[in-house]
């Protein structure tokens, strides 16, 4: 009798297991091992192409994907409810690490106090941070259900995803700000949310763009999203990045300059271009055909997740 339910046990979690693999979509897994190996060639280039048996961007690329890959099957073996049961406690531990930056070990870099320097790697919490909120926000809806209807639903999911962004606005990091602002917004459309509620924030958006941009952002922010429309503005000062990542992108013709990237960048004129300008660099290494094929690439990312 124990053994026949010990088998019976057996085959129960055998045959979960495979339920669970079951819907395994290849063609995704292919599509992030492409975006892998894009991004990690592009890194790799921008910082000069070391050797890869070396500690630098492009290697640290290659083994934080690796890593993420071996998490994914590690996650993915995981029934998602163990996730929602424990969303709040992650939720409390993703704040906790955002302060860690006001702490002795937050550092700043590029003018935005938002990394924590642990020895040996230097560390961003809001990327965890981004994490926990999504898997709060999403067990929040899920358990409202129909609910997220009621006003007071709208306004709590808001308010998930405000604490983090504030956070991070202390830094101050706009751009991080703005990804977690997304969070919100995708959550409107699939949230059920009443459409009146919908109007009123594209409604309401006008005025709270005009209050941040008066009483929020810094001076060098205002004129770096100007440089992003009008880059003659300051052409040698805040908007020379914006108009050397113009140039690379157009250098790369239509089938890219090879591995060194385009003319900015192997004179050495387009800066960060191994994180926030890697699109630019990666423009003029592949070319016109390479960033339409990473589009599609990304377009099936999107389509399949």
């Known amino acids: ?33 492409v975006l892998m190996v894009f ?11 070391p050797s890869i048996l070396t500690w630098n961007l492009g290697s640290q690329q290659l083994l934080f994907g690796v890593i993420g890959i071996a998490l994914m ?34 550092v700043v870099i590029s003018g935005a106090e938002n990394w924590i320097d642990i020895g040996f790697a230097i560390l ?24 997220m209807r009621e006003f007071g639903n709208f306004v709590i999911a808001g308010m998930i995803v405000a604490l983090p962004m504030l956070i991070v606005l202390i830094g101050p990091d706009l751009g ?7 969070f919100w917004g995708a959550s409107l459309l699939v949230a059920r949310t009443s459409k009146r509620y919908i109007l009123a924030v594209i409604a309401i958006l006008p005025a709270v763009i005009a209050f941040a941009w008066f009483f929020v952002l810094e001076e060098y922010q205002r004129i770096r999203l100007e440089c992003s429309f009008n880059p ?3 052409p ?27 003319t900015q960048s192997q004179m050495d004129l387009l800066n960060v271009r191994e994180s926030d300008f ?22 099936m990312f999107l389509w399949r997740g």
């Open 73 to 106: 099957f590690i996650v993915a073996s995981i029934d998602y409810r163990y996730f929602e049961s424990a969303a709040w406690a992650l939720y409390a531990l993703g704040i906790g690490f955002l302060l860690t930056v006001l702490s002795p070990l937050g």
């Open 232 to 234: 003659d503005i300051d």
């Open 278 to 299: 890697i699109f630019a660099h990666a423009s003029g290494m592949f070319g016109f055909f390479g960033m339409i094929a990473l589009f599609l690439a990304l377009v």
């Open 1 to 33: 009798m124990i053994s026949t339910r010990h088998h019976r046990s057996s085959f129960q979690i055998q045959a979960a297991t495979n339920e669970r693999w079951r819907d395994f979509d290849i063609m995704l897994f292919l599509t992030i091992l």
């Open 124 to 147: 961003q919490p809001s990327e965890f941070a981004k994490v926990t909120t999504i898997i709060a926000l999403c067990a929040f809806i899920s358990s409202r259900g129909p609910a």
């Open 176 to 182: 991080q700000a703005m990804v977690y602002v997304s």
């Open 236 to 262: 040698l000062g805040y908007c020379f990045q914006s108009i050397q990542g113009g140039i690379s992108i157009g250098a790369g013709g239509l089938y890219g300059a090879g591995l060194e990237g385009g």
């Open 39 to 49: 991004g990690t060639v592009a890194v790799w280039s921008a910082v000069g192409q």
